[in-house]
């Protein structure tokens, strides 16, 4: 009995401690962010809100850029965002409302680099879910952010589909 639970616990330490393959990073530049069409906040403050969005989305990223090969980066350079819905005002409350005139969008260009810095893949893009709110996913449902990063979902897939290394 003592063997097979100092087997069981070396293949889990084992396991735990092996390097993932998984290793691609990611840098996410905001560039002149206070033109952004619309990273409006309803209720909360406004840079809290910012700070939020940013950091949400930044992480992504970062589990996108993950599914990439070792000693890859991929570097983003967002300059536009506009989120799923319209803030609007009533009473002291604003709120965000989504409806599927308010469709999300993100304006960005991107770098994909080897590990020695070379260029692998770039491009300036405009991604948009104009059928965001018809989609079956639930992968998102419930989370913040669900429409936009199931957007970014679809467009990394399609544009990296040749380098995405699978669990």
Same mark, same amino acid.
């Not at 393959?21 to 560039?31: M, Y």
């Given at each position: 009995?003592?063997?097979?639970?100092?087997?069981?616990?070396?293949?889990? *330490?084992?396991? !735990?401690?092996?390097?993932?393959?998984?290793?691609? $990073?990611?840098?996410?530049?905001?560039? &002149?962010?206070? *033109?952004?069409?619309?990273?409006?906040?309803?209720?909360?403050?406004?840079?809290?809100?910012?700070?939020?969005?940013?950091?949400?989305?930044?992480?992504?990223?970062?589990?996108?850029?993950?599914?990439?090969?070792?000693?890859?980066?991929?570097?983003?350079?967002?300059? &536009?965002?506009?989120?799923?819905?319209?803030?609007?005002?009533?009473?002291?409350?604003?709120?965000?409302?989504?409806?599927?005139?308010?469709?999300?969008?993100?304006?960005?260009?991107?770098?994909?680099?080897?590990?020695?810095?070379?260029?692998?893949? *770039? $491009?300036?893009?405009?991604?948009?879910?104009?059928?965001?709110?018809?989609?079956?996913?639930?992968?998102?449902?419930?989370?913040? !952010?669900?429409?936009?990063?199931?957007? !970014? $979902?679809?467009?990394? &897939?399609?544009?990296?589909?040749?380098?995405?290394?699978?669990?």
């Amino acid at each position: 009995m003592k063997t097979s639970i100092y087997i069981v616990t070396l293949l889990i *330490s084992t396991l !735990l401690l092996t390097p993932t393959v998984f290793a691609a $990073d990611s840098e996410v530049i905001w560039t &002149d962010y206070k *033109s952004y069409r619309d990273i409006n906040e309803g209720n909360d403050g406004r840079k809290q809100f910012r700070e939020r969005t940013f950091k949400d989305l930044e992480k992504h990223f970062a589990t996108l850029a993950a599914t990439l090969p070792e000693g890859q980066t991929l570097k983003i350079d967002v300059t &536009d965002v506009d989120l799923a819905g319209d803030t609007h005002i009533g009473g002291i409350n604003r709120m965000r409302i989504v409806k599927h005139m308010y469709s999300p969008r993100m304006n960005f260009s991107y770098q994909l680099l080897d590990a020695d810095g070379t260029v692998i893949k *770039s $491009d300036d893009v405009v991604v948009k879910d104009m059928n965001f709110m018809s989609g079956n996913s639930l992968k998102y449902r419930n989370k913040s !952010l669900g429409y936009e990063k199931k957007m !970014l $979902d679809d467009w990394f &897939d399609k544009t990296f589909k040749e380098l995405i290394i699978t669990k």
